[in-house]
């Protein structure tokens, strides 16, 4: 993989190249930024850059050609791994996952594409209602094969995809490599949520900020990669707001966020009628999804909510919707005011919190459900 399969982002290639020709490559750098922006993409191209060179050098060379067949499969043995990982029930229970107990899962969703989510991820998996963790084993094994010497004779690369889901043994563990860092060994994290992150991690890496797509980049990937036409990619572009994960899911008739909505519409409209019993039985629905997917669908709550608020300026170019969406809130958008905007964003911020720290879904949803009613009826 190259950088010119990263959709946008040139500032950030630019500036990833500059640092390998200037001599001034840190040994650990942290990508942030929005969901969807191509973190991970930028990451493990720039590994790829970083132990096979550029698209432009020449690949005459045994080396360099080995390295970009290793490459195209992502089997080079220089480049690791580490991620979230869930414990099975065929695991004994003294066994902490590690991410080689998922390497054939793994290497058949990168082998997809370098642009996917958690959710993808869990798929692969077999989860069901875990949540995904780094845990202090992992830690270790990627302790003692970076000690190894490297099979190339070049860089040894560590990418850590979502290093805020590390359990505390495991971040200090990380901590403790981040400090006395093997020889020749970089470190590229790629975080969506950098700040759950120990600060003393955070300060042993230079930070990468990865904005939002250029909506113009993801309208002409669009046409390129998946053959739509310029008006149809002009309007997805729009309501992907910079995320190119979006986008693919704008592509698909079945994808989550419809259902989403229609919890959304669903759980609006029974809070309006203040049918305190469906309410009920609406939280036990979206308690059963699991905890990372009611997670996304609080975010997507919230998102709606900003939307909601904003269609009340008649502006459509403040607006981000799909037709769907936007036909349900000509009705509904009065009801998200300025007298209550902040505290239902809020009310979903906090229940994606408590889902988080394994709070009890149905209390938590059919709480939130009740606060709604009563914020719903301020003007």
């Known amino acids: 993989m190259n950088f010119s399969e990263v959709i946008g982002q040139e500032a950030v290639k630019e500036r990833l190249s500059q640092m390998v020709k200037e001599g001034h490559l840190p040994h650990a750098l942290l990508f942030c930024g929005p969901h969807g922006t191509g973190k991970m993409a930028l990451a493990m191209s720039f590994a790829s850059y970083l132990l096979a060179g550029d698209e432009v050098e020449d690949a005459t060379s045994p080396s360099v050609a080995n390295a970009r067949a290793m490459l195209q499969k992502w089997e080079h043995p220089d480049l690791h791994f580490s991620y979230p990982t869930i414990k099975l029930p065929s695991m ?35 989860a069901t209602t875990q949540q995904a963790i780094i845990t202090g084993a992992e830690s270790d094994e990627l302790s003692r094969v970076l000690a190894l010497k490297s099979s190339q004779g070049g860089y040894k690369i560590s990418i850590i995809w979502l290093p805020e889901r590390m359990n505390l043994t495991s971040a200090n563990k990380l901590l403790k490599l981040l400090e006395e860092p093997p020889q020749e060994t970089i470190f590229l994290m790629v975080s969506e949520e950098p700040e759950k992150l120990l600060e003393t991690i955070i300060s042993r890496t230079q930070r990468i900020d990865v904005k939002r797509i250029e909506d113009k980049d993801i309208e002409q990937a669009l046409i390129n990669k998946r053959g739509i036409d310029a008006d149809a990619a002009h309007r997805i572009a729009r309501i992907a707001h910079g995320s190119w ?57 919230q998102q709606q909510v900003r939307e909601n608020f904003m269609f009340n300026f008649r502006n459509p170019e403040l ?28 009310l979903f911020q906090r229940a994606n919190r408590d889902i988080g720290q394994n709070a009890n879904a149905k209390i938590v949803f059919y709480d939130m459900a009740l606060t709604l009613i009563v914020l719903l009826l301020r003007k």
């Open 319 to 346: 607006n981000y919707m799909t037709l769907e969406e936007e036909n349900f809130a000509k009705n509904f958008a009065r009801f998200i005011n300025e007298a209550n905007v902040i505290e239902i964003n809020e």
């Open 92 to 126: 004994s229970s003294d066994h902490q996952p590690v991410s080689t107990d998922f390497a054939k899962e793994w290497h058949e969703l990168i082998m997809q594409g370098t642009y996917f989510t958690m959710n993808q991820w869990m798929k692969e998996m077999g």
């Open 245 to 301: 994960l979006k986008a693919l899911e704008s592509l698909d008739a079945g994808n989550e966020n419809r259902e989403f909505h229609n919890m959304f519409q669903m759980l609006m409209r029974l809070c309006y009628l203040r049918n305190v019993k469906e309410l009920k039985r609406w939280s036990e629905v979206v308690a059963s999804y699991g905890r990372e997917k009611e997670r996304r669908m609080l975010t997507y709550f």
